[in-house]
Structure formats: structure tokens, C-alpha cells
């Protein structure tokens, strides 16, 4: 798309309210035109007077089209924030599709993110744009306002929390995040892109954005930058409704450690260390931002106190005839598999999306509408290593879950099978402990609720086409975790082996519980044995863990290492993953470091770890007292399972009877 060299600066002067909707955002194409009255002129009309209620009605907030022949033939797209109400959706596409035929009288190809209530994109072109990456024109509009404050720590905050945001953006291709506290101030920020390009694409063009902040808008209280195809905007108080920043502790005191880019290449140090100084050499200037303040004090009053925020139950419900459609009814041709809590069905959307569709063995006990709340709170999990969910389907007695589709597998597939093992070699192996930990620590820590997965074992960690590990089965726990691991006979058995002995004993959860199957998980990575292997092996105490520690008191923890590494191990970070193992898998809590700190561990290799104690097991061979069993029925365990603790301090206690 060559455009005017469009470079706009145009200030949200009017900081009182939404006052800038009518700024004109309509960038319209300079190098092609079309003859008015002409075919491509009749079908642009058409396109643009529907647009706005297809995209609308679609459950995606999404629509691409394509209408006419030859000359006349027109692409359009119209896109509105996930889960945003129809209705302000449609409004918004309205105004964005009249304002383009207004300015843009007889250029060929147009865009416009028209800023309403909410955010909406539409672009029409004569040519498909559906899945280009369209760098230009970039556009900039920045707040009237500079922050004052701590420009250092806002800066520092600024820089790492858009890394932070750039590392997940990309699978969903929509994300809005509140940064940690600067100052008491949070930055509200929203990035998105057109759904037809890739999850790298979309990151390539946020990162793009991101970094024409220095040049626009460093310092500043906010910014939009925006091309064809991606969107980028922060500023101090929350916007189009997408923030649930009210489900934050209103004091937070300390800011949540955010991890460092996990892939710190992604986003240039050059860029950062540039905004950094631009932004560090700017004066603060300008008196109180009293109007956002006033505003963000009425936004906190008027905005009900729930979790009420752009996902709605609505944007994620599938009709259950999509979902036949996808799996071909549920063919046995598309069986991946048998889950313990229902069957597994791969299944392709209209729009060629693959999913994973599970189809959850019914009564779970549970009412539609607390389903539906959950699944609203695990589909705004977002983190590339975690097995998305897109939505859930309730229809004629089925509930069935929507996730997207992981195309290799899960990691005991490779990991225990002696043909398939020496695919993962020892960096592969390390990659996925990283991505492991990184998703755990985004589920106990990152997100804005501290979710305990309470089910870490190899076979839900599945893996992507690049041997990338995304962690499944998460945050549905209230529904599904008890059926899940309910075997035939009706009794409750947990994944054994994988279990912190406070929760065998005591029925504890915590997030030190998943760092314990964490620690049994990363020693049977390196050691390529299942833990339950060790089941009939007397002298290794019947698990994999007195295994492990007898052989590191040896101070041989060479020889743990899976025979199918040897070629490729580093001997450092080999040694580093079995300490750190060990220390996940103590016996007391409180010795087990958090996610953060293995986080830490694992990237900084000049952090001393701790001296393990003997860890906590547990052993099988005592039938009578064998604590994975409670004999309970169907019926008395909802009661078990509470899966969400908010402060990530608290313990949700739970009690089987
Ligand atoms: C296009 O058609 C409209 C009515 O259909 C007419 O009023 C207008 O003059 C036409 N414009 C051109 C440039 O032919
Ligand atoms: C969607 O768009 C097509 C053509 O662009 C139109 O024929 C159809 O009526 C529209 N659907 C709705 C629900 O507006
Ligand atoms: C496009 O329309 C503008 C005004 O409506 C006119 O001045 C210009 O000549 C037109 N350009 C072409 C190439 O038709
Ligand atoms: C789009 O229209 C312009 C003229 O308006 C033409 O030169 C170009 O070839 C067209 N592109 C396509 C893909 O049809
Ligand atoms: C600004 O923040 C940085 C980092 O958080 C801190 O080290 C520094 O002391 C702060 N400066 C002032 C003037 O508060
Ligand atoms: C809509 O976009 C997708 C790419 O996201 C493309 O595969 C599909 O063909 C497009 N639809 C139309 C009608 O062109």
C-alpha cells in the first residue's frame, strides 16, 4: 500500500472525554483511484454498507470479503476487539465504513481504526491484503500530556512490560494488559492485528509499532501507533472497555515482577536502550493530568466490580452444529484421543482454523452459567506456553470445550518411547523446561489470578510444530479436575508420582504444589524415565525422585542423564535442571523455590542455588494406606476442588471426604 508519506501527530486535545473520534483517522490510499460510478465503485458501496453487520454477528468479531469480478472485484475487511457487544461493534464499523466513502471518494484502497466506544478496523482494497504483512504507513497520534513522575522507572516499566506484551500477542493477534504500578500509575495497553496474518507477522508488526514510540510519543502519557495491519496503543487509565483493572487489589504495594522477555532477541536491545534514553533526557513538564485522574475516578465508580471485561460468554459460544461440522460429527477419523474426563476430536473451523474440540462427559454437577464464567476467566489465559481455549459449546446436553490445536502431540509421546526419545534432544529438552516455566509462572503469577494447574505431568504438556511446549488442562479445575482423574471403578485417583505429599496427606493446594510436579516433570525430562517406571524397582524406593537423590548423594548426577542425550547435553545446565529438580520436589513447601525464583535460576546461570535437603515422596507400597484413593462418589466432589486462590500466598484448602 504506498501512501502519502502520512506522518500525522494529532493530540487527544480533548482530554475530557472521547472527544477525538471525530479527528480523522481515515487514511486513504494515494497512488490508485477508481472511476466513480464504475463496478468497483457500485461493490464498494455494497461491501461497506454490510460490513458492519456481518462482522457484528460473527462470534470473532471478524469478517473478510471478497464480492465482484475483474476489475470491480473488491476485498474489504471490518474487525472489532474480541468479545466487544455487537451492537458497538456495529456502530463503530458503520462510522468507520461511512467516514471512509466520505474521505476516501475514489482512492482504491483505504483504512481507517476509527476510534468509537471502542476500537474497530476497516480496510478495503482491490487487491487481497487478508494475510500481507503491511508495514506502511505507520501512523502516530500521542496524548497532549507528558508523565511526570519517575521517568526512569516509568521508562524501565514501559520497555519491559511491551516486551512482556509482544512475547504473547502473537497466537491470539489481540491482547490488552495492564502494566505493574508505576508511581501508582498502571499503563493500560492494547495491541492487535488483522486475524489473516501470522502469529510472527503480528509480533513483527507490534514490535515495529512499539518501537516508533521514541520517535512519537516517548515520555508522553499515551500513544497510538497504527498501521494496515496492527494497532498499538498505552495510556494511563483504561479505554474501549478492555481492561479489568478493577479486579486488581486496589493497593498493590509492590509491583508484580514481570519475567523478562523470554526471548530477549525479539525485540532489539538497540530499541530499548533507545527509548530508555530518549525518554530519560526528556523534562517533565506540564501540571496535573487532573481531568484523566477525575476520569479514572469515575471510570473506577461506574465500572461494576466483576470480571466483566471484553471476553464475553457470548464472543466464546460455539453452535453445536459448527462443532459437528468441524469434527465431521465427531468422526472416529478425528478421535486424537480420550481424555479422562471425555473425548478429544480434531476438528477444522470454516475459516480453516484447526481446533481441538473435548467433549466433556456430562454431569459434571455444574450449572451453565458457572460454566460459562469459567470458561470467560480460562479463555483470557494468554501465553504461548499454554493450550489456548477459544470457547465452549452448550447445547443439547453437551458441554463441550473449544481449544486450539497443537499439532505434535504431548511430551511423554516422545519423551518414554525409546524409538522417539532422541528426536528431543538435550536443547530441545531445555527449551521445553523453559516453556514450562514460563507458563506456570504466567498461571501463578502473570495473569491476573494465581492458578494452580494441580495436574503437571508430561502428558499435559503438549507440543507445537517447533517442539515448543504449551501446557494444557489448565484453570478448568473446578469442573473437570476430579472427573479428570476419576478412574473406572468411580474412584478418585490423582496422577501418582507427580503429587506434593502435603496434598496426598492433606488435601493441600498451593502454587508450590505444581512446582513439586514441576520438579518430578523436569527430573524425568532429563532423565527420559517415567517416574511411575520405578513403581517395581525396590532398590530405587519404588520412585523416581529417591532415585534421583540417591544418585546426586552419590555426586554422580551424570549418571542420571537420559542415554538419548548423550551426544548433545551441556553439562552445566544438565547438572543446573536436576538441582533445580531436587529442589522442587522438597518435602516442606516453603523450602520449594516459587516459579519466579526457577525462573531466575534458569536464565541467570551466576545465581548460586540453595543446598537441597532429602526431598518429600511418597510411597506406593502400603495398600491399606494408600492416600490417593478417597472413596468418593459421584456427586461429593465439586465440593473438592476450589481452583482459584487470588492472593498466591493462601493455600486453597480442600477436603475430601
Ligand atoms: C454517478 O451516478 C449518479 C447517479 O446514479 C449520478 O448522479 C452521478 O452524476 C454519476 N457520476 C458520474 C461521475 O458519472
Ligand atoms: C454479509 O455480506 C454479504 C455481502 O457482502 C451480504 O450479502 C450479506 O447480506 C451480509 N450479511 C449480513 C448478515 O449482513
Ligand atoms: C478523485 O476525486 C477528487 C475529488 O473528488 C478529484 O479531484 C480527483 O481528480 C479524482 N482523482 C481521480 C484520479 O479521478
Ligand atoms: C488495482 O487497481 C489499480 C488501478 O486503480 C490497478 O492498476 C491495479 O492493477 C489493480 N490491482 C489489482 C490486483 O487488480
Ligand atoms: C526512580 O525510580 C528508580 C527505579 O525504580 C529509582 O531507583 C529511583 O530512585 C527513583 N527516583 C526518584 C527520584 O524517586
Ligand atoms: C479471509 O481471510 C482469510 C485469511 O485470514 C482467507 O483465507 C480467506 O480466504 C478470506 N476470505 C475471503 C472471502 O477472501
Known amino acids: 500500500m504506498r501512501l502519502n508519506n502520512l506522518f500525522l501527530i494529532l493530540c487527544f486535545v480533548h482530554a475530557v472525554s472521547f472527544g477525538f473520534v471525530s479527528a480523522q483517522t481515515q487514511i486513504c490510499g494515494d497512488s490508485m483511484f477508481f472511476t466513480p460510478n464504475s463496478s468497483y465503485d457500485t461493490n464498494r458501496r455494497l461491501v461497506l ?4 453487520s456481518n462482522v457484528s454477528t460473527r462470534n470473532n468479531r471478524f469478517y473478510n470479503v471478497s464480492v465482484g469480478e475483474g476489475a470491480g472485484r473488491i476485498y474489504a475487511l471490518g474487525l472489532c476487539i474480541p468479545g466487544t457487544d455487537p451492537k458497538e461493534c456495529s456502530k463503530c464499523i458503520q462510522l468507520a465504513s461511512d467516514g471512509l466513502l466520505k474521505k476516501c471518494p475514489n482512492q482504491t484502497d483505504s483504512f481507517d481504526w476509527l476510534i468509537d466506544e471502542t476500537l474497530c478496523f476497516v480496510r478495503y482494497s482491490n487487491s487481497s491484503f487478508f494475510n500481507k504483512i503491511d508495514l506502511e504507513p505507520t501512523q502516530t497520534i500521542r496524548d497532549a500530556q507528558m508523565f511526570q513522575g519517575n521517568v526512569t522507572a516509568y521508562t524501565r516499566t514501559w520497555g519491559k512490560f511491551m516486551e512482556f506484551m509482544l512475547t504473547r500477542v502473537g497466537p491470539t493477534r489481540y491482547l490488552a494488559d495492564t502494566s505493574p504500578p508505576i508511581d501508582s500509575h498502571r499503563i493500560y495497553v492494547l495491541m492487535q492485528c488483522i486475524p489473516g ?10 514490535e515495529a509499532n512499539v518501537r516508533v514510540y521514541k520517535t512519537c510519543c516517548s515520555g508522553y502519557k499515551g500513544g497510538i501507533v497504527l498501521t494496515p495491519v496492527c494497532y498499538f496503543r498505552w495510556h494511563y487509565y483504561p479505554y474501549f472497555n478492555a ?6 487489589p486496589p493497593q498493590v504495594s509492590q509491583p508484580t515482577p514481570r519475567p523478562p522477555p523470554p526471548d530477549v532477541k525479539k525485540i532489539s536491545t538497540g530499541a530499548i536502550v533507545g527509548i530508555f534514553v530518549s525518554a530519560v533526557t526528556l523534562v517533565v513538564l506540564l501540571t496535573l493530568g487532573l481531568v484523566i485522574w477525575k476520569r479514572r475516578q469515575s471510570y ?8 466483566d471485561d471484553m471476553i464475553s460468554p457470548q464472543s466464546l459460544q460455539f453452535d453445536f452444529a459448527t462443532i459437528e461440522g468441524a469434527t465431521d460429527t465427531f468422526s472416529s477419523n478425528n478421535k486424537l484421543g480420550q481424555g479422562g474426563f471425555g473425548e478429544v476430536y480434531k476438528g477444522m473451523l470454516p475459516n480453516e482454523t484447526e481446533i481441538a474440540v473435548k467433549r466433556l462427559s456430562r454431569n459434571s454437577g455444574q450449572g451453565t452459567q458457572e460454566f460459562k464464567n469459567e470458561v470467560v476467566i480460562v479463555a483470557k489465559l494468554q501465553h504461548k506456553n499454554l493450550v489456548r481455549l477459544l470457547g465452549f459449546c452448550i447445547e443439547r446436553d453437551e458441554m463441550i470445550l473449544v481449544y486450539e490445536f497443537v499439532p505434535n502431540k504431548s511430551l511423554d509421546y516422545f519423551l518414554f518411547d525409546p524409538a522417539k526419545k532422541s528426536q528431543l534432544d538435550w536443547k530441545k529438552r531445555y527449551n ?3 516453556g514450562i516455566t514460563r507458563g506456570l509462572l504466567y498461571l501463578h503469577q502473570d495473569s491476573r489470578l494465581t492458578i494452580i494447574h494441580r495436574d503437571i505431568k508430561a502428558s499435559n504438556i503438549l507440543l507445537d510444530a517447533d517442539m515448543n511446549p504449551k501446557i494444557a488442562d489448565f484453570g478448568m479445575a473446578r469442573n473437570f479436575r476430579v472427573d479428570q482423574t476419576e478412574d473406572n471403578t468411580g474412584r478418585v485417583v490423582g496422577t501418582f508420582g507427580y503429587m506434593p ?4 496427606t492433606h488435601g493441600q493446594f498451593s502454587t ?6 514441576f520438579g518430578v516433570l523436569v527430573l524425568e525430562i532429563v532423565c527420559g524415565k517415567k517416574n511411575s517406571s520405578f513403581y517395581q524397582m525396590e532398590d530405587s524406593g519404588g520412585n523416581l525422585v529417591t532415585h534421583v537423590w540417591r544418585i546426586w548423594n552419590n555426586k554422580s548426577p551424570l549418571d542420571l542423564i537420559d542415554p538419548a542425550i548423550k551426544e548433545s547435553y551441556d553439562q552445566d545446565e544438565v547438572i543446573r535442571c536436576i538441582h533445580i529438580g531436587i529442589l522442587c520436589v522438597q ?3 516453603a523450602d520449594r523455590p516459587a516459579m519466579s525464583a526457577i525462573f531466575q535460576m534458569l536464565t541467570n546461570s551466576s545465581i548460586t542455588l540453595p543446598v537441597p535437603r532429602p526431598p518429600g515422596f511418597f510411597f506406593r507400597n502400603r495398600p491399606n494406606l494408600d492416600p490417593l484413593t478417597y472413596g468418593s462418589e459421584p456427586g461429593q466432589t465439586r465440593s473438592m476442588s476450589v481452583p482459584y486462590s487470588i492472593d498466591s500466598e493462601s493455600i486453597t484448602r480442600v477436603t475430601p471426604r
Open 49 to 52: 454498507s454490510t460490513l458492519a
Open 197 to 206: 496474518i501470522s502469529s510472527d507477522d503480528c509480533e513483527t508488526c507490534l
Open 243 to 248: 481492561f479489568t483493572d478493577t479486579f486488581l
Open 300 to 307: 473506577r465508580t461506574l465500572k461494576p466490580q466483576t470480571d
Open 432 to 434: 521445553i523446561i523453559g
Open 501 to 504: 505429599p502435603e496434598y496426598v
Open 512 to 517: 508450590k504444589s505444581d512446582v513439586y510436579s
Open 587 to 589: 518435602e516442606t513447601p
